[in-house]
């Protein structure tokens, strides 16, 4: 049976930005998960992540330790997040309850739960 996966305790909704470009600021004691950037080997829970809900659209931006960041999109098709921008697309895959997600040379591992696709049908 096939499963969809739903990313799970992503931290509270940030601010809106002034600018049209920038992501929001992260949020003091935001969430943090682990990464792996720059083709770095080791893991660790040095990115932030930001979650926007625009007209019930949810994304994800994930603050790099740099300054940098990436923007995510969450769908329910099962891959759980897309790029939001940029020409790399996401590669994903499940490692015990993370998501891995991995973007050029940069990785992430996000907290994620399997839903039965069978569970959502409506009779």
Excluded: W
């Amino acid at each position: 049976m096939r499963g969809a996966v739903a990313i799970i305790g992503m931290g509270a909704l940030a601010a809106c930005s002034s600018s049209q470009n920038a992501p929001p600021p992260a949020a003091e004691g935001g969430e943090r998960i682990a990464c792996a950037l720059a083709g770095a080997q080791a893991f660790a829970e040095d990115c932030a992540v930001d979650r926007m809900d625009a007209g019930g659209a949810l994304s994800l931006v994930v603050r790099h330790p740099d300054g940098s960041f990436r923007r995510f999109a969450v769908v329910q098709d099962g891959r759980g997040l897309v790029v939001a921008d940029g020409a790399e697309q996401a590669r994903t895959s499940l490692q015990g309850d993370k998501l891995a997600v991995t973007v050029g040379q940069d990785r992430y591992l996000f907290p994620a739960k399997i839903k039965s696709l069978a569970a959502d049908a409506k009779p």
